[in-house]
C-alpha cells in the first residue's frame, strides 16, 4: 500500500500528539476516546461533524482543538437567515482601481468552526461543499484556494430539534467522521461544575502544535502500511453494507477510502507505522454511520443512528478479520 513510515518521525508524531491530548484535557473531561477520534480526523486531513444534544461540550471540543494548534482558525454561527456569501465571501467593486476584488469569508482559515450548521438552510450548508471537497472557493468563475491545513469542525443538534435542516448526504457525505460526545460520567461532570462558567472565547489554551507539525502529521499518516489482507477486509465490510436489508443504499467508494484513511490515522496516533484489524473495527463507526441510511421512514434521528449502528455490528461480527 505504502512504504513504512520512519519509526523516529512516529515517535515524534506521538510526542506532539500526546502534547495535544494533554491541552485537550484542560477543558474537555473524562473524554480520551472522543479526543483521540478528534485527532485521528485531523491526521487524515479529514472534517469532523460533532453531533448531540444540546450542552455536552460539542463547541467547547471544536474550540479546544483549534486552540491547541497555532493556525488560522474563524468561527461562524450558522443561522437560517446566514447567506452563502457570509461564508465564501464576496467580489465587491472596488473604486479605487476600477474593478472587482474578492473580499474572502470567514472559510478562509485553516479550522473552521460551523456552529449549529443545521440551523442554516440547505443552500447555505451546500456552500461548504467545494471547499470541504477541493480545499477552494469558486468565485465569479475564479477559484480561489483556502490554504493547507484545512478542516471544518461542524456541530449540530439531532435534527428533529426544532428549527433545523437535515444536511444532505452529499454534505454528510464530505465529513470524515461523526463523533457523539455523550454525558460525561459523574466524576467528571462534579470537576466541571466546580469550575467557573467561562465562554468561549475566553478558553485560555496555549498552541502546543504549530501548523508545519500538523503538515508533517498528515503527511506521515498516508505513510502508514496497509497490508492488502487488511484492504480486503475494509472492501468486504463496505459490501457488506450494500446488501445489507436495513440501509437504503450502501457505503460509496468515497467511504471505503474514508474508512482506510482513517484507520491509518488511528495506527499513527497509536504509535504504529501500520493499520492492524482493530483500527478498522474502531473506525467504522465513527467514519460509515453517518453515509447509511435506513431504507424504512423513521422521524427519529436518535434511533435511526441506534439502528444504523446496531446494523455494523452485526457486519462486524459476521465478516472474520484477517490473521
Do not use: W
Amino acid at each position: 500500500m505504502s512504504d513504512f513510515a520512519p519509526a523516529a518521525e512516529v515517535a515524534a508524531t506521538r510526542a506532539t500528539l500526546e502534547r495535544l491530548k494533554a491541552n485537550m484535557r484542560v477543558t474537555i473531561k473524562g473524554k480520551e476516546d472522543v479526543i483521540e477520534q478528534a485527532l485521528v480526523c485531523l491526521l487524515a486531513s479529514g472534517h469532523l461533524l460533532i453531533e448531540d444534544l444540546p450542552g455536552v461540550g460539542k463547541t467547547t471540543l471544536a474550540y479546544s482543538l483549534a486552540r491547541s494548534m497555532d493556525c488560522g482558525f474563524s468561527r461562524i454561527q450558522f443561522t437560517s437567515d446566514l447567506l452563502p456569501t457570509d461564508v465564501t465571501g464576496v467580489s465587491i467593486y472596488d473604486e479605487t482601481v476600477k474593478e472587482f476584488v474578492f473580499k474572502p469569508g470567514p472559510v478562509f482559515a485553516n479550522v473552521v468552526l460551523a456552529d449549529e450548521i443545521n440551523r442554516a438552510t440547505p443552500k447555505t450548508q451546500s456552500a461548504l461543499l467545494e471547499v470541504m471537497d477541493r480545499g477552494k472557493v469558486t468565485v465569479d468563475g475564479e477559484a480561489h484556494a483556502v490554504g493547507t491545513p484545512f478542516m471544518v469542525v461542524a456541530t449540530q443538534n439531532p435534527v428533529d430539534y426544532e428549527g433545523t435542516f437535515p444536511l444532505p448526504e452529499s454534505q454528510m457525505d464530505r465529513f470524515l467522521m461523526r463523533l457523539q460526545m455523550g454525558y460525561p460520567q459523574p466524576g467528571d461532570e462534579l470537576e466541571i461544575l466546580r469550575a467557573p462558567r467561562l465562554g468561549y472565547d475566553a478558553i485560555a489554551l496555549n498552541p502546543v502544535a504549530t501548523r508545519s507539525d500538523v503538515l508533517k502529521m498528515q503527511a506521515l499518516a498516508v505513510r502508514v502500511f496497509v497490508e492488502d489482507s487488511v484492504l480486503d477486509y475494509v472492501l468486504k465490510l463496505v459490501t457488506a453494507t450494500r446488501t445489507e436489508a436495513e440501509f437504503k443504499a450502501g457505503v460509496s467508494v468515497r467511504g471505503g477510502l474514508a474508512l482506510r484513511t482513517a484507520a491509518q490515522a488511528r495506527a499513527l496516533v497509536r504509535g504504529r507505522d501500520f493499520v492492524v484489524p482493530e483500527d478498522i473495527q474502531e473506525m467504522a463507526g465513527p467514519v460509515l454511520a453517518h453515509r447509511l441510511s435506513l431504507a424504512r421512514q423513521t422521524s427519529d434521528a436518535l434511533e435511526e443512528r441506534r439502528t444504523v449502528l446496531a446494523a455494523l455490528r452485526r457486519i462486524l461480527q459476521a465478516i472474520p478479520s484477517p490473521e
